[in-house]
């Protein structure tokens, strides 16, 4: 672990903890304060959580082998056409991030790894916004390194 100083010049700071998952050969930054919620037998993936509303997952219903045989630009286009706050598409990710009608916020990084697209998603409150857009990078920039 190590600790990330938030960007608002408060004396306040969270402690990331690595999790790597073997069988897909992936690893994701999540906050300390987060418990692991579950890890399925299979080793699909994982869910961390604060509560039931503020939570990290990278979990079997959005690891998927791509058995359609579909391009990464396929998959970006349909969160796309949602018409999301913020969208991005580079080499072989793409971002997708979006307010939810009950005052929420989520940011979902999709990779497209050896045939296989791995999702991690942060569900959290709009109103800890500041706060979280300060772990975002930490978190996501190196998934699903």
Not at 66 to 91: F, Q
Not at 97 to 110: A, C, E, L, P, W
């Amino acid at each position: 672990p190590f600790e990330l100083f938030s960007g608002n010049g408060s004396s306040s700071n969270t402690t990331l903890k690595w999790y790597y998952n073997s069988r897909f050969d992936y690893r994701i930054l999540y906050p300390s304060s987060f418990n692991i919620i579950k890890e399925p037998e299979n080793g699909d993936g994982c869910r961390f959580s604060k509560d039931d509303n503020t939570y990290l997952s990278v979990s079997e219903c959005i690891i998927a082998y791509n058995s359609l045989d579909e391009t990464l630009e396929d998959v970006y286009k349909r969160y796309k056409s949602k018409s999301p706050a913020y969208c991005r598409i580079k080499d072989n990710w793409f971002v997708v991030s979006d307010n939810t009608d009950d005052g929420y916020i989520f940011y979902q990084k999709t990779v497209l790894k050896d045939g296989i697209f791995m999702t991690a998603i942060l569900h959290y409150p709009s109103s800890e916004n500041d706060y979280y857009s300060t772990l975002i990078p930490k978190i996501f920039t190196d998934f699903p390194d």
